[in-house]
């Protein structure tokens, strides 16, 4: 059931995102260019050019171009993308919003009180004293290794 779910979900995404690119490419299409690629008198003409040898010599005939070929990899990657967002909780964020707003604590009159300011001379001293009294203190047997090791020597002989 799971498998099935994602597959609807999969193809309501895929399109959704094909329209949706198809209209913002198109739009952009015509706007710069005056070519519908989704149109077949525009590509009958691009045909009919190519098949009388015109020659692709200006900036934005090569931009023309090379922006159809790119066409797929836009789409595709744009796919890929659309197919991770997490659109559910897209759709909760603007009720999450407003449940915050309308929070009531977001209505209560809270009274920052400050207290407890010391200098920050009294508060230096005070974190030295806490580092010295967290040092272990220093056993008393393992300060004078050698000593124990001598007397220890001297004692087997």
Known sequence: MKKILRLIRSLLIITAW???FSCVFRALFIAVWNFDFTSDVS???MREYWNRGGIIKSPMD???FVA??????FWFIGLRKA????YLQFIISPLEGLRRLFNEKSFSNERVVIRNLKSSQQRAEEIKEELTSMKPAK???SQNIRTQIRK???DDE
């Open 68 to 73: 159809l070929a790119l066409l797929p990899i």
């Open 139 to 141: 056993a008393e047997s």
């Open 152 to 154: 220890k020597r001297s």
């Open 83 to 86: 197919l991770k967002v997490n």
């Open 18 to 20: 094909t329209f949706l």
């Open 43 to 45: 590509w009958s003409i």
């Open 62 to 64: 090569i931009a023309l």
